[in-house]
């Protein structure tokens, strides 16, 4: 099973790092809102995640074969 994630992350200048500024699992929504005119002031990115659940292991112990 698989779940994405569209996370829109932001440059700060304070932190010196990428921060996290939205999350939408809809990647129309996601678009629209990195393609809006005021995020087009600052560095910005659009970072896609997935993650992958494997329902055959789930609920087994970790040292399980």
């Known amino acids: 099973m698989n779940s994405t994630v569209y996370v829109l992350e932001v440059w700060s200048v304070a932190n010196n790092r990428y921060v996290e500024r939205g999350r939408w699992t809809d990647r129309e929504r996601a ?35």
């Open 31 to 65: 678009s629209i809102t990195f393609h809006k005119p005021y995020w087009r002031t600052v560095t910005r990115r659009l970072v896609k995640v997935i993650t992958t659940i494997d329902l055959r292991a789930k609920g087994r112990p970790a040292w399980h074969p």
